[in-house]
């Protein structure tokens, strides 16, 4: 992949990252500011379900650094948009729609047949 590519991907990734990781910081603060004592049971519910799914998706997002973190990683080391299946290069349109990618769009639908038929 060309320097500019590999350039644009590491900004789009780190900006990426730098995002989820603010969004991070501002629950862990919004969530130990919170000293809200509520005298009805539906309310404290609604509060520790909001908190609940809150908590669900910030740990979608540590899972998504992780990748990111990987992907930054594999720009440096030079392996970035190459398949780890085949080998070969990974489409420039896949990348853009998931730049976390490890896998061609070809052997991630032979992955995903593979797991359809595991799970059947």
């Not at 720009?75 to 190459?82: A, N, P, R, V």
């Amino acid at each position: 992949m060309k320097k500019d590519r590999l350039e644009f991907f590491k900004t789009f990734l780190t900006s990426q990252r730098d995002t989820l990781v603010s969004e991070a910081m501002k629950t862990v603060g919004d969530m130990s500011e919170e000293e809200e004592t509520f005298p009805d049971p539906t309310d404290r519910a609604s509060l520790e379900s909001d908190r609940n799914f809150l908590l669900r998706i910030r740990d979608r997002e540590r899972k998504l650094i992780v990748k990111i973190n990987e992907a930054l990683s594999r720009i440096e080391d030079g392996t970035f948009g190459i398949c780890e299946m085949c080998g070969e290069d990974i489409s420039e349109e896949r990348l853009k729609a998931r730049p976390v990618t490890t896998l061609c769009i070809d052997c991630k639908t032979v992955e995903e047949e593979k797991e359809k038929i595991g799970s059947s």
